[in-house]
Each structure stands twice: as C-alpha cells, then as structure tokens.
C-alpha cells in the first residue's frame, strides 16, 4: 500500500508539476495565456507523470526514510517543471527553483525535530548546495553562456536535497547527453559549444537516469 501511495502521489505531483510548467511557459506579455493543449502535450505530460510514478513505486521499496524518499520527489516533480519551461522559453523561473529550496527547508526542520537527522546534516546539506552551484557557476564560465544561470541555480537547489556526490554524477550524465544532442546541430554549423542551449532537459534526463540505475 505505501508503494502504491508514493507512486500514485508522484503522478500526481509531476501531473501538476507538468501542467504548471506549461502554463507559465504559455503566459504571453499582457499576462494572456495561448492555449496551446494539444494531444502531444497531454501524451507528454502522462508520459512524465507515468515514469515518475513507475521510478517512485520501486523506489519506495528500498531502505530509505520517508524525507529522503519526499526529498526525491519534490526534486523530480521540480526538475521535470523546470526542464518542460526551460525547453519551451528558454528560461528557469526563480519561482521552480524557490519552491524546491522551500520544500527542503521545511522537510529538513521537520526531520531535525523528529530527531531523524541532526543540525551536522543540515550543515553538509547547505554545503551540497552551495559547492553545486560554484561547481556549474565553473561550468557557466568556462562555457561564456552555454548554461544559464537558471541552471546553475536549480542545480544548487537539487544539491541542497541530493547531496554533492549525486549532483556531479547527474552533471556528468546531463553534460554528455546534452553533448550527443548537440553534435548534429555542430557538425552543420548551427551551433558552438559557447551558444546558450535548454540545459534543464537534460538536467532532467541525468536526475531520471540516476534514479533508474540506482534500482539496479
């Protein structure tokens, strides 16, 4: 039953987290919203919401505490928000990435006062935020604007909730899909390593493929 709940809890959330993302994306300049609902994006939305749902179901049958596991959660129903806005405007609102520092916050002083992690803990997680973000903030330098500074602030966020060790792996999975992608757009000249790309699909991608080999 508590499987089930998680899984049935984690469609829902990403559900959400999708059609948000969608919606904010949609809002035009006179604050007018196109409607823009079509089949594909009703298939592209359960398609997410379904494969949280299955990742969560068998996540939730591991040896793992119920804030780790809502920890998880939130990071996946935000980086899932962020990526579907990021892919469509180019942009990360720093609203998706606040409500995840948010989420945490108050998940963290619940689980300090329950006496299930201490204020140390709380320590190395506010260290995991703060060393993600220098680490993609190198990354934006050395790339002059290929990631945006949304990302370097949503990465934050997740490290924040993950832990350093789990960013630099997600990094390295994002970086390289993201490298694949835009090789063809290079080889035809359309692209430069230095152009500003959507980064959080592929941040997206790195988070939901952790997840999956860490079942295994």
């Keep these: 039953m508590y499987t089930w709940t998680v899984s049935l809890g984690t469609i829902l959330l990403t559900a959400a987290a999708v059609y948000h993302g969608l919606s904010m994306a949609d809002v035009q300049d006179m604050g007018t919203v196109k409607s823009k609902y079509s089949k594909h994006r009703i298939v592209f939305l359960a398609a997410l919401s379904l ?7 068998h996540l939730a049958k591991q040896d793992m505490s119920l804030f780790v596991l809502l920890k998880l959660m939130a990071c996946y129903a935000t980086v899932t928000m962020a ?9 990360i ?50 790339t002059k604007g290929g990631i ?30 993201c490298a694949v992608a835009s090789l063809p757009e290079i080889v035809r000249k359309k692209q430069t390593w230095t152009k500003e790309i959507p980064f959080a699909p592929f941040i997206y991608a790195g988070y939901a493929l952790i997840l999956t080999l860490s079942l295994f």
């Design 93 to 142: 609102p720093n609203l998706i990435t606040l409500s995840l520092i948010i989420v945490w916050a108050i998940l963290s002083l619940i689980e300090v006062l329950c006496g299930a992690a201490s204020f140390t803990d709380l320590g190395v997680s506010l260290a995991s935020g703060i060393l993600s973000v220098l680490f993609l903030y190198i990354a934006l330098k050395l």
């Design 51 to 57: 494969i949280g749902g299955v990742l969560f179901f």
């Design 83 to 91: 990526g579907v806005h990021d892919a469509i405007r180019r942009t």
């Design 148 to 177: 945006g500074y949304g990302d370097v602030k949503l990465v934050g966020a997740i490290g924040l909730c993950t832990g350093i060790y789990f960013v630099l792996i997600m990094l390295l999975f994002a970086l390289l899909l």
